[in-house]
């Protein structure tokens, strides 16, 4: 029979302590973080009963283990801490995407430009790429410019590594972080999710095709056959072009 399968979770680093330890002679740090020496493996124990503390092994792998004299849930909570700011300085070395579109509504643009903020703000890369659909390459200079505004609007907080280039179908830019001594504070957002502190471009107008501008339709005359006479000696048409109703009035008297 196959054993049942087990959810594979990394395991937390283990520390042995106080009996747990093996080896015969190990080298002690007190608890002030000063240097004991090698002592044999009971006398360490008994330094860790004199001063109300344990004997951590930190290295297990030094020639001879390293322990040191601490309280265990102490230590615990020092390496837990180490490693969440670890994780805060990785955050440089992460990157998030923000994909644009020449046509990007001002409110979109306005929501895309607040997460890239957000990212930032936390210390992350943001790489923008914008990308052209069909006959949008025909006018590249739009999506130039909708890279550039983006650009211009978070300058207070990224600067771009290069400039934009064209690869292809898309336009690629990549933001880094400034400083923090030099970075702007975190802007506030409203209700839809836009930033306020930032003047939002108005949407680029797009290029005219010639052709295919609507044809004026002339307004009815009275001498048209399709127009009703009405009070006034006002005109109307009813929407027919050969109406059998066409030559009479409201009076009911049948015109000429």
């Known amino acids: 029979m196959s054993r049942p399968f087990s959810p594979r979770i990394p395991p937390a680093p283990a520390y042995r302590i106080n009996g747990k330890i093996r080896a015969r002679d190990v080298r002690v740090i007190g608890p002030e973080g ?14 860790a009963r004199q001063h109300g503390v344990d004997l951590v092994e930190i290295a297990a792998t030094a020639n001879p283990p390293v322990c040191r004299l ?22 440089a070395n992460k990157v998030k995407e923000v994909q644009l579109s020449p046509n990007i509504d001002p409110h979109d643009f306005g929501v895309k430009l607040a997460h890239a903020i957000d990212f930032l703000c936390e210390d992350m890369k943001v790489k ?9 390459m025909a006018h590249k200079e739009i999506g130039q410019q909708v890279v550039a505004n983006f650009i211009k609007d978070a300058a207070a907080w990224g600067h771009p590594d290069f400039e934009p280039k064209l690869m292809g179908k898309t336009i690629n830019v990549m933001i880094s ?41 002339p307004a009815p005359s009275s001498a048209d056959p399709r127009s009703v006479p009405v009070r006034g000696g006002k005109p109307q048409t009813d929407g027919f072009s050969n109406s059998p109703f066409a ?7 049948q015109q000429g």
């Open 177 to 217: 972080p400034l400083p923090k001594n030099k970075r702007a504070k975190h802007p506030t957002k409203n209700e839809r999710g836009e930033i306020e502190s930032v003047a939002h471009h108005a949407p680029i107008a797009k290029p005219i095709i010639h052709g295919a501008e609507p044809v004026p339709v």
């Open 34 to 47: 000063q240097q004991i020496g090698v002592v044999g493996l009971p006398e360490a124990l008994n330094l």
């Open 247 to 253: 030559s009479l009035n409201l009076n009911g008297q």
């Open 70 to 91: 601490v309280d265990f849930g102490k230590f615990r909570y020092e390496q837990s801490k180490k490693e969440k700011d670890s994780k805060k300085h990785q955050h």
């Open 128 to 136: 923008i790429l914008l990308r052209f659909r069909g006959r949008e």
